[in-house]
């Protein structure tokens, strides 16, 4: 027995779990006040299932003077009476060197369930300045899961920082990890798409827990009976740190016919040894369609004439609408100003600050920024989304009714390219272009501003006019939907190549904001924007179509087949012509209807 434990101990090594990846700069956060903090981590990664972990580490900026410290572990996140609560363990921490290193009485395996790992301590910000921000992390990293907060006095409830504030906890989770055996876990999509005939690659990964270096992995896929054997080598050969990924390509065999089936991928071998870990295997769900849906995702943007940094939000949204035309399909949800129509409790997604912007219905954002912390990240961030697979195409027709012309009938054919076992609903909603009042005042904190000065020329028509800013033209202005209506319309649970369609009736008179006015001025344009949503509320594919007239009569954007323009001040004053001298406003009203304004300079 005595040397059997003896080979064990030498099999083991303590090796570091952190998130943040190892190039990440350590930072210091903190709430600036005298308290006591509650920092942790979730480990929920199966790949790392049966491992110990033996404590936690972490750094803290040199001078600090922190008391009361110690480490745990924890099923749950609680309070009880306004103290951490850890139902697993803990232990307390010795600070040397600037670094409290916490060591469980005995090491915890770690199961199929979720873990916390945290520590806990008390500072006093009168004693030095270092105590004012005393919490290490990573900035500008957004990792789900790794780093929770509550304090005494400042967060008193836990919250998840690490997507909303884009920060990783920079602790160490000191874990046991056996030496003698490769254990590499893989993660891959849930779902593979190809088409007809295609060989395709994906992008998987190998998720580490083995200490050593990788000079070569071998995976199979099956397919039934059907096994592949490949192999990668890494030269030179990858130290990747426990529990973060190794990409590799996966590559799969063509396919004649459309269909579906389930492809296991396993990482069989690591460095010619056999992969003991029980997670190395992973199936997807392939599937072979004809043609590739195209998406377009949903922009929908919240936005508000009292909103002084919503021209932001404007101005990218006309920047994209004017490159891509009708692959960009946005929405404006006017917020208490003369342009709503909806109360924002009946608002598709749950909207707290201003502006903002919902991709898809499923991520938020600044619709400026998006994901870039500094620049304009609003085309990133819908090439990115464009990138992503659809189950469906959607194609549109919006007809104004000849005989009223009152009415809008809206058609949408919807074909299935693939079965997901979800159900699904459409949606239609109303917009206008054009829409503009000499009374309404856009409240404007970008002028004078030069911060964002020649980034988009949309944003500039703010920064150099005034503030308020009075006659600008608003576009893709929500004013009536289905849902709003109370009408859904299901598509219940489409299989491969089923085609659904739906219709619906919009009336364009007596469209009335929330006060009961009307605010619709002469000349303005409708728009119809029909989207798709699964069952948990996400877009998976919108289309817009301009509302025509079947028969060319009432249409004030159909006459001579030319771009009509008008010309404005920077107040807001309407001119006869185009100004000799000076910096003025032009509107631009082309022969698709879409309304667009520019800022010019007469020398």
């Known amino acids: 027995m005595t040397l059997l434990a003896m080979a064990c ?10 998130y943040p990846p190892a190039d990440s700069p350590v930072e210091w956060w903190g709430t600036k006040k005298s308290e006591t903090y509650n920092v942790a981590v979730c480990i929920d990664n199966p790949s790392l299932e049966g491992l110990r972990i033996k404590g936690i580490s972490v750094d803290f900026p040199e001078g600090t003077a922190i008391a009361d410290a110690n480490g745990w572990l924890s099923t749950q996140l609680e309070f009880d009476g306004g103290r951490r609560v850890a139902d697993i363990c803990e232990g307390d921490g010795q600070v040397a060197d600037g670094v409290l290193t916490v060591i469980f009485d005995e090491p915890v395996e770690i199961g199929p369930d979720p873990v916390y790992a945290g520590y806990t301590f008390t500072t006093d910000v009168a004693g030095n300045d270092a105590d004012r921000l005393p919490v290490a992390a990573a900035m500008d990293v957004e990792i789900p899961g790794s ?17 909303s504030a884009r920060m990783a906890s920079a602790m160490h989770v ?13 993660e891959i999509p849930a779902f593979t798409h190809a088409l007809v005939s295609e060989e395709k690659t994906v992008q998987a990964e190998a998720v580490m827990v083995w200490p050593e270096s990788v000079e070569s992995l071998e995976y199979q896929c099956r397919d039934g009976e059907t096994v592949e054997t490949h192999t990668v080598a890494f030269d030179p050969p990858c130290q990747v740190a426990l ?13 004649g016919t459309r269909g579906s089936r389930d492809v296991e991928v396993a990482v069989t071998k690591v460095n010619g040894l056999t992969n003991i870990n029980p997670h190395g295997a992973m199936s997807t769900t392939y599937q072979v369609v004809e043609a590739y849906p195209q998406k377009h995702p949903l922009f929908e943007d919240y936005t508000g ?9 404007l101005a990218a949204m006309e920047y994209m609408s004017e490159k891509y035309g009708n692959d960009f399909v946005a929405v404006a949800y006017h917020n208490k100003d003369a342009m709503s129509v909806i109360e924002p409790e009946d608002y598709p997604c749950e909207v ?12 938020g954002m600044n619709p400026f920024f998006c994901k870039d912390p500094v620049g304009f990240g609003s085309e990133a ?18 007809r104004i009714n000849p005989e009223d012309k009152s009415t809008i009938q809206a058609s949408c054919t919807a074909d299935f390219a693939v079965a997901t076992g979800k159900g699904y609903s459409l949606e239609f909603i109303l917009l206008a272009d054009g829409v503009s009042n000499d009374q309404w005042r856009q409240s404007n904190h970008l002028s004078g501003n030069s911060t964002y000065a020649g980034v988009v020329p949309q944003l500039d028509v703010f920064i150099d006019g005034p503030d308020p800013f009075v006659g600008y033209v608003y576009n893709d202005v929500m004013v009536r939907s289905s849902v709003m209506n109370g009408d859904m319309i299901s598509l219940g649970t489409p299989g491969m190549g089923d085609r659904l369609s739906g219709k619906y009736v919009f009336s364009t008179s007596g469209i009335l904001n929330l006060s009961g006015e009307e605010f619709l001025n002469d000349g ?3 728009r119809v924007v029909a989207l798709v949503c699964d069952d948990e509320g996400n877009c998976v594919n919108c289309v817009s179509a301009r509302a025509e007239d079947p028969e060319g009569v009432n249409d004030p954007f159909v006459g001579d087949g030319e771009t009509v323009y008008s010309y404005y001040l920077l107040d807001g004053t309407r001119l006869e012509c185009a100004p000799d001298k000076g910096i003025y406003m032009r509107m631009s009203v082309g022969v698709d209807g879409r309304v667009s304004t520019e800022k010019l300079v007469a020398r």
Do not use: K, N
């Not at 000191?174 to 893989?186: E, F």
């Not at 004439?305 to 939000?313: A, D, R, S, T």
């Open 352 to 363: 707290s600050e201003f502006p903002y912007l919902y991709v898809d219905r499923c991520e």
């Open 381 to 398: 961030e819908w090439l990115e989304a464009c990138r992503e697979f659809s189950p469906v195409d959607l194609a549109l027709t919006a």
């Open 524 to 526: 303005c344009a409708f």
């Open 305 to 313: 004439l009292w909103c002084g940094y919503c021209p932001m939000g």
């Open 147 to 163: 780093f929770f907060v509550a304090t005494s006095r400042s967060v008193r409830s836990w919250q998840d920082y690490s997507i």
């Open 243 to 255: 529990g973060h990924a190794l990409p590799f390509a996966v590559d799969f065999e063509s396919f």
């Open 174 to 186: 000191l874990v046991d990890v056996d030496s003698g055996s490769p254990s590499v876990g893989i």
């Open 9 to 18: 101990s030498v099999m083991a090594q303590t090796r570091d779990f952190s």
